[in-house]
């Protein structure tokens, strides 16, 4: 079928030539529209139910709200984990499903048991559905500054970086520098305006002011960009109206609270009243009722006094605008309070799009903010995207350019080149086209499965053209013989229908080889699916394409001459230059009006100009036998092929022994899920203590981003105390979380000096030494974080040294890695230990107990207990006998305690589009000490006025900051941050020291939780189906040859590969993850593809002899073995050669995504080293000693029948 295939296709060339090219048009368009992201989406499907509880405790939000909707959603079909927070005032419950739930149709069945679940709750709790977003989608965070700016030129100035040139306006800067003009709305610090030399203005807004921009001028249109599922702001204070009622006014007048409350609400509205037909017009009547100010909220009348006065508010209240009580506070760069946001994309949304639209708005609305406020991007994830898809788009070149070297290195014919290499951008052009057709978005793993496929979608390119080469020089020396020429059409077809089906199906393999992949589930599948099917389509499009394309191109171009020799040099050289120089100069102006391309139109017109070049010139075509470079490796390998087979035994037994050998390396490496993937910012995230104060927060807050930011590789920092108004962030008041925004730009990092082999050589022979292997490199992002120590023993400290507080534990991690973690497991370090049950005290303790239990393991930095209990409670326990005696219930006393002591918002104004809370309380002299607050008056239903010390007692006990529970049963966490040691190795000594430290009492469990989850529910699945598919490429690979030696000898290819590739990841200190494993798969189906090779050209040797009737001995087939295997090492070296070197620069990639990458490619590039070398001396061996012992009792036949015909015949008598 394959051979028909190619046949067809030299038969219909331009049809093929046809619809390559509109593939690989679209393909084109597709890599300029497809969706761009950092990392594939690992969050899980969620679904959250927030509640509001004004006024509540955490005790009473958890047992009134939060755990009857847990329990309801624990029936949710498809629910894996239900969470809880409840918090003062807040309950939150996160529902996660299985993976590849649809997450409408999950909010649909979590809203369908909603309703059933809230006939439970208080009444007049609401709870609703939160964003279709996760933390994840926290994708851009910013801050509204108030800077300064310049009197004459309110709106901002332009300024030309280039030039650095100031202009009022970019229609007073020349024509040619606007497109590059950047829109500077204020500044930083004081001074004077660069354009006027006037001293720059303050634009003086306080919080209250900046929160009021952020929520009514800015969020709403941000919320409207296609993608953005919310925008939360993040500190300031919201503007709030309060009254602040005085209890002796009021018992003066003897006014009830609630009547005070009634009167407020009645005198806050708008009515309709219908319409009213006048004079023929018709007229909509209303009434308008809406407060406006404090003016308005003094006149509103709470009652009658004896002599039928009305009592004002005014009266028995004092009225201010303050701002509304704050869980969560905003500070930036060090220098104080700031008001932000962070903007959440959409669950499964482009995030690269969604950015750019949200920062082109914000341009927008940037121009309408008060003179000297602007916006200062804080965190932008489309950095991070654009520096991973940089790092993998300029490894794919440097294979791509690689590859192609190789290729005219062995063939020494450049259109021979072009066509080999052709198929590597065209497979991965056509690998993009279906990677946008499946929505699969380009990102590190996406872009590395094709980059993992470079080297090995040319092989069968590079053996079809080989062997091309190898036919057309058969075919001269037949017309050297005097035969008859063979049409060019027939040698092209022979010499690719000979290796076209093998290679197909050696392609085939290699793709089955990915299945494991493809079974993974839950965030491993969500993080390699994604390389499996872009490998996989690289895979097949490449398949294809070396069976239509190729033999179409090889017709054309393999050849000493494509413009004919008749037309003679002149008209040819015209043809030429005009072909590279004309199109050139069209492409270049073209490439110039395009944005997208005007940065690469040098470049786009010279690579024309060359590969016109390299098309039309004359090259002639150099036989193998006097190609230098086959010379080269044929002396190279003759030796070692005559020292092998003249030691078989000796062979195989070092074979076996290395390997054994990978027994040692394999049993030392450590294990891990994932490499830590740096993302180029770091969160800093304390613990600290849970009693803890907003004040003392805030001061934390600001001295730590203080610290931080005098570090000359932070570029920003925003920290945040408590949460953003956001349901994807349950965070309680003792949590902080700073972005840590770093100077992209590595090379402006500090450097360090390092000790080299060469460090105590001279200078005059150390020196090209150095230029490879530099004595000093910039830091790392872990040696920021933790510091260094140079050779001399002077000792850097990092920001985690520096910011070391007492009764503050840190935490490091990347922000995508932290959420993601977060979502999955809910803990934010690499490990945590989770500890179930009923009480919160005992949590608390075996929480201490766990931490303490391993923070004496070697590797941990800090383990710290999320302390359940460290909180404090004044209970207001009411006395019912005493209430009772002066008629009032329990809920009468604490209506008081909840309104007037907690204060309660009992309206909100309209102010054309802004809304503000109005509060109603007691003075705050009134609430500040227990005393105070015993003196706090409770009207009766006669009117008595009684003090609160009277009907309640006063009691301050300990209790919960904030309750978690997960599947409706309590929990305490246990952070625990790790450095230096691998995790599969520190889990396995830490549960053993819990284990042994922390005895757990009934009705509590105890279990270990993180990222190493992953790998420990991952591995087990990997294996079963690694070995199902192993027995699946036996079997395949039987159909194809039907024969079990030849399966077997192909097969061997794969433990020879793990010698090499054990060792190599022993030698870089990597440990085992899942990136490794991906690998090592990867590798099985190359070194299928590579023993196939090599046993093609033994068996085509060998079926060669025999058919020419040259395989009458030993001697005989030892010439087949040698012929096959030296004679026919260029297309093998060449094979394994792009195979070894399209995976190198993936090994010395530097940039966001590169330790990924260099962990799928190590036990790739290893194991293919020692496959190829043990293939070249181990396959000739048992080759030869399998056809020997197949042939011997036939050779030793014909060997007795010759001796027979030899011996004289006997006389008759």
Known sequence: MIARIIELSIRNRFLVILLTGMLVGLGIWSVFHIRLDAIPDLSDVQVIVTTEYPGQNPQVVDDQVTYPLTTAMLAVPGSTVVRGFSMFEQSFVYVLFEDGTDIYWARSRVLEYLNFARDRLPKGVEPKLGPDATGVGWVYQYVLFPGYFSPDHPKGLWHDEAEDRWYASPAAAPEERRERLKRVRGFERPGSCPLTGKELVPAELDLAQLRSLQDWYLRYPLTSVEGVSEVASIGGFVRQYQVVLDPASLQAFKLPLRDVVAAIERSNNDVGGSVLELSENEYMVRSRGYLRG???????????????????????????????ARRGIGEYNGIGEAVGAVIVARFGENAHKVIADAKEKLFELEGGLPPGVFVKPTYDRSELIQRSVRTLRNTL??????????????????????????VVPSSVIVAVLIMNLMGINANIMSLGGIALSIGVVVDSAIIMVENAHKHLDREEERLHAGHPPTPRVEVITAAATEVGPQLFFSLL??????????????????????????????????????ITIIPVLMFYFITARVLPERWGWGRNLAITAASMLMPAAALFLVAESLPQLSPFRWWIAAGWAVLAGMLLVPQRIIHEEKSPISKLLQRLYEPVFRLAMGNRALVLLVSVALLLSTIYPATRLGSEFMPPLDEGDLLYMPTTDPSISITKSKELLQQTNKLIATFPEVLTVHGKIGRAESATDPAPLSMIETVVQLKPEREQWRRRHVERFHSEWPDWLKQPFAALWPEERNITTEELKFGWRDPDGTMHPGLNT????????????????????????????????????????????????????????????????????????LDVDVDRVAAARYGLTIGDVQDVVQSAIGGMNVTTTVEGLERYPLNVRYARELRDDIPALREVLVTGPTGVQVPLGQLAAFRINPGAPMIRSENAQRTAWVFVDIAGRDLGGYIEEAREAVAKEVPLPPGYSLHFSGQFEFWEKTLPRLVIASVITVLLIVLLLYASSRSWFRVGVIMLAVPFSLIGAFWFLYALDYNMSLAVVIGIIALAGLDAETGMVMLLYLDNSFERAREAG??????????????????????????????????????????????????LAAPMIGGLLVSFAMELIVYPVLFYTAREWQHRREWGAREQRGLNAALPSPKRG
């Open 802 to 873: 520096v910011v070391s507080l007492p009764g503050v534990a840190n935490a490091w991690p990347f922000p995508i890695e932290n959420r993601i973690n977060m979502l999955a497991t809910g803990i934010k370090t690499p490990v945590g230990i989770k500890i179930l049950g009923p009480d919160l005290e005992a949590l608390s303790e075996l929480a201490q107990r766990a931490a303490n239990a391993v923070r004496t393991i070697e590797g941990t930095i800090s383990a710290y207990p999320d302390r359940t209990f460290g909180g404090y409670y």
């Open 509 to 546: 393999i290699i793709t089955v080889s990915f299945l494991p992949v493809f079974v993974l589930e839950g965030e491993a599948g969500r993080l390699f699916k994604p390389l499996a099917f872009t490998k996989t389509f690289a895979m097949a499009a490449a398949s294809a394409l070396s």
């Open 1110 to 1159: 040259k395989m009458t001995g030993p001697e005989d087939l030892w010439a087949a073995v040698h012929d096959g295997a030296v004679k026919r090492i260029r297309p093998k070296a060449m094979t394994v050669s792009a195979a070894f070197i399209g995976l190198v620069p993936l090994l010395w990639a530097e940039g966001t995504g590169a330790d990924v990458m260099r962990r």
């Open 397 to 422: 070149i440097e294979e791509i350019i690689v590859v192609g070297l190789v290729c005219i290195l062995f063939l020494l014919h450049a259109r021979s080149e072009l066509v080999a290499v052709f």
């Open 294 to 324: 404090l003016d308005d909220l003094a006149q509103v009348p709470v009652g009658l006094g004896a002599s039928g006065t009305p009592i004002l508010l005014s009266d028995v209240a004092t009225l201010q605008v303050g701002g509304e």
